[in-house]
Nanobody, 128 residues
Framework: QVQLVESGGGVVQPGGSLRLSCVASGFYFGYYAMGWFRQAPGKEREAVLCIVSSNDGYISYADSVKGRFTITRDNAKNTVDRQMNKLKPEDTAVYYC????????????????????WGQGTQVTVSS
């Protein structure tokens, strides 16, 4: 059974940083691309970051987070983490970790339909 468990959300002031973690189980983690999505109140879910499973280490970033957010994965620990710096109020959302379909290679604009398994989400609030 696939499980994705996020942690690390919370409340932070504008300009601050947070690190979100996702621990995966129930599948061979190293074979799958992993994504981070977010959904703000009243808005559609959007892809934020995606990291491929292959050794080329390709990562796709949403334009809104380039230069501020990074994603890393540790295949030995079945974890994928996201470091968020220079947070803005518009980053406020529920953030989800997701597993890509087998064989999926992160596109420039990842789509939810390509990710069959999702975590429960973790709330990030950026507010002064």
């Amino acid at each position: 059974q696939v499980q994705l468990v996020e942690s690390g959300g919370g409340v932070v002031q504008p300009g601050g940083s947070l690190r979100l973690s996702c621990v995966a189980s129930g599948f061979y983690f190293g074979y799958y691309a992993m994504g981070w999505f977010r959904q703000a109140p009243g808005k559609e879910r959007e892809a934020v970051l995606c990291i491929v499973s292959s050794n080329d280490g390709y990562i796709s970033y949403a334009d809104s987070v380039k230069g501020r957010f990074t994603i890393t994965r540790d295949n030995a620990k079945n974890t994928v983490d996201r470091q968020m710096n220079k947070l803005k109020p518009e980053d406020t959302a529920v953030y989800y970790c997701a597993e890509g379909e087998l064989g999926y290679y992160c596109s420039e604009y990842p789509q939810s339909i390509d990710f069959p398994y999702w975590g429960q989400g973790t709330q990030v609030t950026v507010s002064s």
